[in-house]
């Protein structure tokens, strides 16, 4: 994991530190801030990989930096949350987070979703082959820029959103379960997958869809799962 940049936010100092220590173990660069704010501050001063983000923090929590961050980048962000409720954790999705871990959480899951999520963000693009256009009455996946735009808009997504539907737009007319999409984007088995990958549909749907209530290009196929409209 060599040559990445991980920002960790946490107000929590002996946090911070302990996660530098496991990432540094494994070759990563690590830049720490202790709320939301200063982590915008060392976002727009240098190039940052990947987002390790705590909740609960003073002056900007986690969910209010992820929304702020989610304006303008891409990257992937995994919320560090010491409660262990759904509510929070879809919370954390809802507002454009990649992944979440509960404290206390195990230092080799840590590195091992740090690294998964480092390696997709690093090679998007790979499910049908790269530098392909795909148009679907407007709605266009840039495979090579990894732009999705509406009528000639771009549509910021998040690197997990930008999976769905790069998987979807690439088998248009497809129906895929929500356990397919859950293990093909994140490669990983299923588990509690609905929530999650409901989340992120209905996140899709208003990026991309006029009326998402009524969409024309992200459909639902009852009990069978979704497909992009050809």
Same mark, same amino acid.
């Given at each position: 994991? $060599?040559?990445?940049?991980?920002?960790?936010?946490?107000?929590?100092?002996?946090?911070?530190?302990?996660?530098?220590?496991?990432?540094?173990? &494994?070759?990563?660069?690590?830049?720490?801030?202790?709320?939301?704010? &200063?982590?915008?501050? +060392? +976002?727009?001063?240098?190039?940052?990989?990947?987002?390790?983000?705590?909740?609960?923090?003073?002056?900007?929590?986690?969910?209010?930096?992820?929304?702020?961050?989610?304006?303008?980048? $891409?990257?992937?962000?995994?919320?560090? %949350?010491?409660?262990?409720?759904?509510?929070?954790?879809?919370? *954390?999705?809802? /507002?454009?987070?990649?992944?979440?871990?509960?404290?206390?959480?195990?230092?080799?899951?840590?590195?091992?979703?740090?690294? %998964?999520? !480092?390696?997709?963000?690093?090679?998007?693009?790979?499910?049908?082959?790269?530098?392909?256009?795909?148009?679907?009455?407007?709605?266009?996946?840039?495979?090579?820029?990894?732009?999705?735009?509406?009528?000639?808009?771009? /549509?910021? +997504?998040? =690197?997990?959103?930008?999976?769905? #539907?790069?998987? !979807?737009?690439? $088998?248009? *007319?497809?129906?895929?379960?929500?356990?397919?999409?859950?293990?093909? #984007?994140?490669? &990983? =088995?299923?588990?509690?997958?609905?929530?999650?990958?409901?989340?992120?549909?209905?996140?899709?749907?208003?990026?991309?869809?006029?009326?998402?209530?009524? =969409?024309?290009?992200?459909?639902?196929?009852? *009990?069978?799962?979704?497909?992009?409209?050809?």
């Amino acid at each position: 994991m $060599n040559k990445y940049n991980v920002l960790v936010v946490d107000d929590e100092k002996e946090i911070r530190d302990a996660i530098e220590i496991y990432l540094k173990n &494994e070759g990563v660069t690590v830049l720490k801030a202790k709320d939301g704010v &200063e982590a915008i501050e +060392l +976002l727009h001063e240098n190039e940052v990989h990947l987002i390790l983000l705590d909740v609960m923090m003073p002056r900007m929590d986690g969910i209010a930096a992820t929304y702020k961050i989610r304006e303008q980048k $891409n990257i992937p962000i995994i919320i560090l %949350s010491a409660k262990s409720e759904d509510t929070d954790k879809i919370l *954390g999705l809802q /507002v454009g987070a990649d992944d979440y871990i509960t404290k206390p959480f195990n230092p080799m899951e840590l590195i091992a979703r740090v690294k %998964s999520q !480092l390696r997709r963000y690093v090679t998007l693009g790979t499910f049908a082959g790269a530098n392909k256009l795909i148009d679907l009455n407007g709605l266009t996946l840039d495979q090579s820029s990894k732009q999705v735009t509406v009528n000639g808009e771009e /549509v910021k +997504l998040t =690197p997990i959103e930008y999976k769905i #539907v790069e998987l !979807l737009m690439t $088998n248009a *007319g497809r129906v895929f379960s929500i356990n397919e999409i859950y293990e093909l #984007v994140w490669k &990983e =088995p299923n588990f509690n997958a609905e929530n999650t990958v409901a989340v992120h549909i209905r996140k899709i749907r208003e990026k991309i869809e006029i009326d998402s209530k009524n =969409p024309r290009y992200l459909k639902v196929v009852w *009990g069978l799962g979704y497909k992009m409209e050809k």
